[in-house]
């Protein structure tokens, strides 16, 4: 019995001693410049009209480290009770002060987890929630998938990123805090305020309450792979200025959602969506520009 006792007790160290863990640290930026909720930022769009950004999170899936023979490793996420729940996390980048007022005070810009021991050279990850836990209720699920904030219906499921800003008026205000005539409000195509929401569409259900039983036609899930990084010396940097680069934030085409929604029929993803690595109507993909290492 005692030896029995301390093989096992050697093997559960040795199990132990096995696994490695790994903070990812995510910094976000826009334009270059590090985001806070109580800046005015310059230069954005085609116009490069002042903005502020009014929300700025996104759901992170699907995490894995690239090992020295090319062999993509699942990092097993530490289920944190808040951020971190099965392999998704939820970054996020707003504070609730500033433009923010929407937001929650609460910030996360790390995903921890564990790896097998061993030499890592990139990291590979999905940025949006898997389909298997896409198009759930969120008054039933766990954190963070319970942030209403963050979902759309059961047939389209959660918004993956939800990025959003408001042209900045000549006396300072955000036109999404102001008070607008008619026409400022869209029927000759002003806005109040410019949102990225990337999603899956063209989910095929029997209403907006109903989840789909099949994968959606437009899945829009970003797969990122980051070669030579190093997640001791490096961080992740999300700057959406050059996915926005091609777009009028001052402006929305008439009869639809505020900035891109990610739906086929919406002009304003035309240029926005390919700059993800996703092909949107005829329009092919590009290389995504959102992530990248330093």
Request: glycine residues 10%.
């Amino acid at each position: 019995m005692l030896r029995y006792t301390l093989l096992a007790a050697c093997f559960a160290a040795t199990s132990a001693a096995a696994e490695q863990s790994i903070e990812l640290i995510f910094t976000p930026e826009l334009g270059g410049q590090a985001f806070s909720c109580a800046e005015t930022y310059d230069g954005l769009g085609t116009t490069g009209a002042p903005m502020q950004v009014l929300d700025y999170r996104l759901f992170v899936s699907n995490v894995r480290l690239v090992a020295q023979d090319g062999t993509a490793v699942p990092l097993s996420l530490e289920q944190d009770g808040r951020w971190q729940v099965e392999d998704i996390a939820l970054l996020d980048f707003e504070d609730a002060s500033g433009s923010c007022t929407n937001g929650t005070t609460e910030t996360n810009t790390i995903i921890r987890g564990t790896v097998p021991e061993g030499t890592y050279t990139g990291v590979t990850l999905d940025i949006g929630v898997p389909f298997e836990w896409n198009h759930g209720d969120p008054t039933l699920a766990a954190s963070p998938l319970n942030l209403t904030a963050m979902f759309w219906n059961w047939r389209g499921g959660y918004k993956f990123i939800k990025f959003e800003m408001s042209p900045v008026m000549a006396d300072g205000m955000n036109m999404a805090k102001a008070d607008h005539s008619e026409s400022a409000h869209g029927s000759h195509g002003g806005a109040s305020g410019w949102f990225l929401h990337l999603g899956s569409t063209m989910c095929d259900s029997g209403s907006r309450t109903t989840a789909p039983e099949t994968a959606c036609a437009n899945p829009n899930l970003m797969t990122v792979t980051l070669d030579s990084f190093d997640p001791a010396t490096q961080t992740i940097v999300i700057d959406p200025a050059e996915v926005l680069s091609g777009a009028d934030l001052t402006m929305n085409t008439p009869e639809t959602s505020p900035g891109c929604m990610s739906f086929p029929n919406d002009a304003d993803c035309t240029s926005v969506l390919p700059k993800l690595g996703l092909g949107f109507n005829d329009v092919a993909p590009e290389s995504q520009v959102l992530v990248s290492a330093r």
